[in-house]
């Protein structure tokens, strides 16, 4: 057995010891951390639906109605009415022929790479693709090729490298520590040249963009054709728990039968399936929490513009501000922190050496005035700690 203390030690000296803080109440964008409140810039809630009322309603109703556990897995007796509906209205939200749950982003992730490919194929995934992507292609066993971030030019290149086998394309919609994303159509049409899936993780484009929030491909003007597997995650903008892959049928049902993470795990619990049909509706039809979400970036670019805060190319509720070593991005943080406000510095392995950053995410319930003292901190923070504006 190995001593763990000196790896321990050793990541506590490169500043890359992660540490967690208990939040004493709702996800909302002031949160209570040992009895002191912080503006929170760090939740993937973009929408603030996390705290809803009408979704805590339903979180309510759905325990009274199916109890809290689903007792089983899908395939046995846990799949229960709500979860089902779910289902059927995620597949008309994403205008996909069929939707079916997993429990978790990175469970389906996991699915979808297991089930479409083995030994033999080929998994092509951007280089800044999420962990769980390339966790998947690892335990796939099919070989992993990485082509550069968001060129589909080197993704063809490689395709034209390879032979045999199936092809999977994937990628994030939204990539998650930098807020870009993807040329869907040009990846779309090189997957396609090839005989390759496109497999679009939507987890940060879902209910942020597209018209009425559909999404990265729908924002592209994609359909099932173009992206034939589309994942999205419940617990981001749609502020509930959990995850789904759309496609057609064919696609759904080879999910269902063969996806290891679908078939050997318990069903999510049903009241979780139930509050999120809410949050999907909710979602659709409070479409000012896209409007506002939207001006509320707009009101930060134009401000770190004006103070010349080097903050990364990005128009979703992802703005990063790379510092590059990680105990600078710590220190930073850890200023603010004490400034009252919450923004956790994101470091290797998480994103690549070099780049530890401030990762900034809004939500449409932040006000103007948040914005606006968010900027004014993170500009002294940095001047503080010499990083040139
Ligand atoms: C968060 C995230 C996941 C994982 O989803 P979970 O539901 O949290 O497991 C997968 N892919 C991307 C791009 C993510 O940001």
Redesign the pocket.
């Known amino acids: 057995m190995k001593d763990l203390a000196p790896e321990l030690a050793q990541r506590r000296e490169r500043h890359l010891y992660r540490t967690r803080i208990a939040i004493e109440g709702p996800q909302d964008t002031i949160v209570t951390i040992d009895g002191r409140s912080y503006l929170a810039f760090c939740s993937?809630d973009y929408l603030g639906l996390a705290s809803h009322p009408a979704v805590v309603a339903a979180l309510r109703e759905g325990a009274e109605r199916f109890g809290v556990g689903s007792g089983a897995a899908h395939l046995v007796s846990g799949h229960t009415a709500a979860h089902h509906a779910l289902e059927e209205e995620l597949a008309e939200f994403v205008q996909r022929p069929r939707a079916v749950l997993f429990s978790?982003?990175?469970?389906?992730?996991l699915g979808i790479v297991q089930a479409l490919a083995g030994r033999g194929d080929r998994v092509f995934e951007d280089y800044a693709?999420?962990a769980?992507?390339l966790d998947a292609a690892q335990l796939s066993r099919a070989k992993l090729v990485r082509y550069r971030h968001k060129d589909s030019f080197d993704l063809e290149k490689r395709l034209l490298q390879a032979s045999g086998g199936e092809y999977l394309v994937l990628t994030?919609g939204?990539?998650?520590m930098d807020g870009d994303q993807a040329p869907l159509d040009e990846l779309s049409a090189v997957a396609s040249r090839h005989g390759a899936w496109l497999v679009v993780?939507d987890?940060?484009g879902l209910g942020v963009c597209g018209p009425d929030g559909r999404g990265s491909a729908a924002q592209q003007g994609l359909g099932v054709e173009q992206v034939p597997v589309m994942?999205g995650?419940?617990?981001?903008a749609i502020g509930t728990?959990?995850?789904f892959v759309a496609g057609d049928a064919d696609l759904v049902e080879t999910l269902i039968q063969q996806a290891r993470t679908y078939v050997y795990t318990t069903a999510p619990p049903p009241a979780v399936a139930w509050a999120t049909r809410r949050a999907l509706k909710l979602l659709v039809e409070e479409s000012w929490r896209r409007e506002r979400l939207q001006a509320l970036i707009q009101r930060f670019r134009d401000g770190a513009d004006d103070l010349g805060l080097p903050v990364s190319e990005s128009a979703t509720p992802i703005q990063p501000l790379i510092i590059g070593s990680p105990d600078r991005a710590l220190a930073i943080s850890e200023d603010l922190r004490a400034s009252g406000i919450l923004i956790t510095a994101i470091r290797p392995p998480t994103v690549p050496e070099g780049s530890a950053r401030l990762r900034i995410t809004l939500s449409a319930n932040h006000r103007e005035e948040d914005i606006d003292r968010l900027l004014e901190a993170v500009f002294g923070a940095c001047q503080q700690r010499g990083l040139s504006a």
């Open positions: 993937n978790t982003g990175y469970m389906a992730n693709n999420h769980s992507l994030d939204i990539f998650s993780d987890a940060h994942m995650t419940l617990g981001k728990f959990g995850a």
